[in-house]
T-cell receptor, first 107, second 114 residues
């Protein structure tokens, strides 16, 4: 079993839809990261969380430490949000990654 | 632009060869991380350096080695290359080596082994 599980693997949405991507992990962590990888390959760090909730523009990330679960929400989705979203946790090693969620937002 | 630079952007080489990937961290960042992203394995942590010293080791093969120089740039050396080493190699940097520090990723080096 992978230490970090993401769902769904693939997601197609219409522009304007509210999107949720889930991440569950099985190890004790000090922080959880949400990353965005664009089709060109570059990786951007969206959030780093150790508790509660963070918001940046249309993106919201939450984490429940007791349930070992985090969600990434995108409000009013736009085609430019199309990317792979990767959850990563920091425990005893710098980062352990989920396999990513491929999001396509259609106009 | 994260401020982390990696060279080269693309590298095509043959099996059995040796290559060196280079990473310059953001100004002021002391910690450098190397990651490999392959189609079948996803992103995996390889190795971390902090202020010139190895800090943590992940799934790094014995054929691979890295170092961080006094000016804090880092190099990842891959030798006796195999087809399966074809991947995107990312470098990331952070200010310190603590357990909860944000990492900033470079654009990656795409290695193709033929």
């Amino acid at each position: 079993k992978n230490e970090v599980e993401q769902s769904p693997q693939n997601l197609t949405a219409q522009e304007g839809e509210f999107i949720t991507i889930n991440c569950s992990y099985s190890v004790g962590i000090s922080a959880l990261h949400w990353l965005q990888q664009h089709p060109g390959g570059g990786i951007v760090s969206l959030f780093m969380l150790s508790s509660g909730k963070k918001k940046h523009g249309r993106l919201i990330a939450t984490i429940n430490i007791q349930e070992k679960h985090s969600s990434l929400h995108i409000t009013a989705s736009h085609p430019r949000d199309s990317a792979v979203y990767i959850c990563a946790v920091r425990g005893n090693t710098p980062l352990v990654f989920g396999k990513g969620t491929r999001l396509s937002v259609i106009a | 632009d994260s401020g982390v630079t990696q060279t080269p952007k693309h590298l095509i080489t043959a099996t059995g060869q040796r290559v060196t990937l280079r990473c310059s961290p953001r100004s002021g960042d002391l910690s450098v991380y190397w990651y490999q992203q392959s189609l079948d394995q996803g992103l995996q942590f390889l190795i971390q350096y902090y202020n010139g010293e190895e800090r943590a080791k992940g799934n790094i093969l014995e054929r691979f080695s890295a170092q961080q120089f006094p000016d804090l740039h880092s190099e990842l050396n891959l030798s006796s290359l195999e087809l399966g080493d074809s991947a995107l190699y990312f470098c990331a940097s952070s200010v310190v080596s603590g357990r909860s520090n944000e990492q900033f990723f470079g654009p990656g080096t795409r290695l193709t082994v033929l």
